[in-house]
């Protein structure tokens, strides 16, 4: 009770900031919503608050500032789905700032002895009040060990797992709805891309889970010292709350003029950003999906990249990997066939698609692009409108590529701005040529081998007894092969549903109508039946046939499924 409650009142809160910013109209636009737009429009709040000014994108960023982190960090998202949202709204998104007002140190140092279950004193030698950094998660002190090492200290703001709870579970209830009642919804997976997000969000929460996020891009990139440092993480001092890293001293990449003056070449920076981004992709299939700026320094002394904030990680399966490698050298070698073809062949456009239109619709985005010098052409933009048009052929969206399509453009932003004439295909082709090698042919095989060869090496000495097992049940005729639909298991379901209630209502109508109808014939509700009184019958038979209903289904109905 107290929990729906609860989201009741942030749902009102929700619609009072959408009415402050005049974003309820995008209510109207939802087909359940249609014949209520009049009463919508009488809003009395639309009468009083003053009408904000701006375009429908910047008070869309406003309004999910105002809301807080659950749809800050939503909105930061959709700003890199331009195959979905329009440029204007998406530039607008893109400009969603993280930094909200620190809370008090006092407190800070409360959550950190709460949840480390021990005096500030007796963890830090030394910590500094005033805080680094202050974002919607969490803020970071500096701080130093009592062995002399410098730290930097993350504490999560409090409060926050509540707040987050209620919003996460409106937004499923609000794509639940969008994929009941809307086919571009269903074809979207909205609730797929709600689960992904919610997913993602909780990571960033459990600074357990970041830590060792950390830890793991660490051990990737360990033989790699030129490319990518990330900072050691001390867990003796970490938990879900606060969590203790090493103090990274670099210069923040946006500040080109002090990378300027450190010396640092910024052609040899841009193919190390593109490098990094691909060997994380492809070699580790586990990326740093929250590339922006902000969380990117670089080491004056050899011009290395410093990441930090790991809550936000990306992970592909070999399918995706395969689709995205073979997609990008297809498209570069103009091999259109090629592309139409692997979209089939993962499932993400029907089986029906006709091949001949798909690939003429590919051609028909790559040719004008390949105009272009090389340096000229954007991968990002490139992948962007090949989801534009695939949308077409009913593709549908694929939650994990969500991540790496946000990472990517934050990527190939940050190559291009130090050198404009980069040519990141140059700098991905030996990378993915030497994956795809790597996948196909004898070293694949070999690699399949050693990596299955102790589980096989389990199953063989049974595989005679078992193969021997199965022939002797072919030839009794006991050899059942179990067929399983999906379509066949929502019916079945439905139908299953529909004999209980067939057997609930049949027995308590039976029993209902024929003691009304001895009543009736009697003429009294005292009359008694086996010395017990009519009124008694019609009180107490309802309860025993729903009784003897819910048995009649265990018995005949769930144990023949």
Known sequence: MRQSYLRSLRIFQITRVLVRYRL?????????????????????????????????????????????????????????????????????LAKLQDAVPPFPSVQAQQIIEHSLKKPVTEVFAEIETEPAAAA????????????????????????????????LGILAWLAELAERYSQE????????????????LWGELDFLR???????????????????????????????????????????IGQRDALRAAGIDFDQLSRRAAEIFFRQVFRDSFFHADMHPGNIFIDPSNGRFIA????????????????????????????YRRVAEAHIEAGWVPADTNVQDFETAIRAIAEPVFQKPLHEISVAQLLLRLFQTTRRFQMQTQPQLLLLQKTLVNVEGIAR?????????????????????????????????????????????????????????????????????????????????GLQRLALLTSSVIV???????????GDLGTFILDIPVWLWLLCLPPTGWALSRWFQAVFIRSHN
């Open 210 to 252: 970041e830590g060792a996020n950390a830890s793991q891009l660490r051990r990737n990139f360990a033989n790699d010292p030129d490319l990518l440092y990330v900072p050691e993480v001390f867990w003796d001092f970490c938990s879900e709350e606060v969590l203790v890293m090493e103090r990274i001293r670099g210069i923040q």
């Open 24 to 92: 309820d109209e995008l209510l109207y636009y939802l087909p359940l919503l249609k014949p209520y737009q009049a009463i919508l429009k009488l809003n009395p709040g639309r009468w009083v608050m003053p009408k904000p000014e701006g375009t429908f994108g910047a008070r869309l960023r406003l309004a999910l500032e105002a809301l807080g982190p659950t749809f800050v960090k939503l909105g930061q998202m959709l700003s890199t789905r331009r195959d979905l949202l329009p440029e204007e709204i998406t530039r607008e």
């Open 417 to 497: 701005e130090f050198n404009p004439t980069l040519n990141i295909w140059e700098v991905a082709t030996p990378l993915l040529r030497d994956w795809l090698n790597r996948q196909r042919g004898p070293q694949a095989w070999w690699t399949q081998i050693r990596r299955h060869a102790p589980q096989w090496g389990l199953v063989l000495p049974e595989l005679p007894e078992l193969v021997h097992s199965l022939l002797q049940q072919a030839q009794r005729g006991e050899l059942q092969v179990p067929v399983r639909n999906e379509e066949l298991e929502g019916i079945r379901r439905e139908l299953r549903r």
């Open 512 to 522: 209902v109508m024929g003691l009304a109808l001895i009543a009736a014939v009697e």
């Open 136 to 167: 919607s998660i969490a803020q970071v002190h500096f701080g130093r060990l009592y062995d002399g090492r410098e730290v930097a200290i993350k504490i999560r703001r409090p409060g926050l797992r509540r707040i987050i709870e209620q919003d």
């Open 185 to 200: 919804g269903r074809r979207l997976r909205v609730r797929a891309v709600v689960s992904e997000y919610a997913k993602t």
């Open 308 to 335: 930090v904030d790991f809550g936000i990680m990306g992970s592909l399966d070999e399918a995706s990997q395969h689709y995205l490698a073979e997609n990008m050298v297809a498209f570069f070698g103009r091999d």
